[in-house]
Each structure stands twice: as structure tokens, then as C-alpha cells.
Nanobody, 116 residues
Framework: QVQLVESGGGVVQPGGSLRLSCAASGFTFSSYAMSWYRQAPGKERELVARITSSGGSTNYADSMKGRFTISRDNAKNTVYLQMNSLKPEDTAVYYC?????????WGKGILVTVSS
């Protein structure tokens, strides 16, 4: 069955870095655009970053530009989110998302806490 399993979350101090990974299985990973979303307490889920199926194009939410980098390895069926210069307002549950023209899958999410 389809699985998206996030890893790499945890607690980090402001200004620190984390790298999230999302391992995919059960579908043709290289045919899907991949995204990271996040949901902070009391807020709606929002798009963080997106990468096309080939990895040739990326886009980011304005507040993440220059700090976050999304990448993928189609040979490993994995998408990454490198997060630098983290701020307390980046605290949220981060979700991996896979999307094609007809299907959409979600991971269960992983918590990132930015706190001193």
C-alpha cells in the first residue's frame, strides 16, 4: 500500500537547522510532484515547498524562501526538506504530500519544535 513516512523532526534552537526526509513506497514516486506542508497549532495547513516530478522546478512559500530547500532523489524514492535559520514560528507538524493529476497522498506528519 501507499506509504509516506517522514523523519528527521525534533527540537532545535532558533537559528538552527534540520533536514526532514520523506520515504515513499507503494506508488511510482518519479511520476508525482512532491510537497511539504505544515500546520502550526491553531492554524490551517499551509504549503511550505513543492518540487516537480523530475526535480527540475521548485517553489516555496514566501516566508521560507532563502531558508528552506526542497530536493528529491528518485532513485531512493525520497524527498527532503533542508531547513536553515529556523525561527520559533516554524514550529509545526510537517507533512509530506505526493500529487499526480488523479491522486494525492499524505504522510502522517512529523513535529518540528523551534525553541530555546
Amino acid at each position: 500500500q501507499v506509504q509516506l513516512v517522514e523523519s528527521g523532526g525534533g527540537v532545535v534552537q532558533p537559528g538552527g537547522s534540520l533536514r526532514l526526509s520523506c520515504a515513499a513506497s507503494g506508488f511510482t514516486f518519479s511520476s508525482y510532484a512532491m510537497s511539504w506542508y505544515r500546520q502550526a497549532p491553531g492554524k490551517e495547513r499551509e504549503l511550505v515547498a513543492r518540487i516537480t516530478s523530475s526535480g527540475g522546478s521548485t517553489n516555496y512559500a514566501d516566508s521560507m524562501k532563502g531558508r528552506f530547500t526542497i530536493s528529491r532523489d528518485n532513485a531512493k524514492n525520497t524527498v527532503y526538506l533542508q531547513m536553515n535559520s529556523l525561527k520559533p514560528e516554524d514550529t509545526a507538524v510537517y507533512y509530506c504530500n505526493a500529487q499526480s493529476s488523479v491522486m494525492r497522498y499524505w504522510g502522517k506528519g512529523i513535529l518540528v519544535t523551534v525553541s530555546s
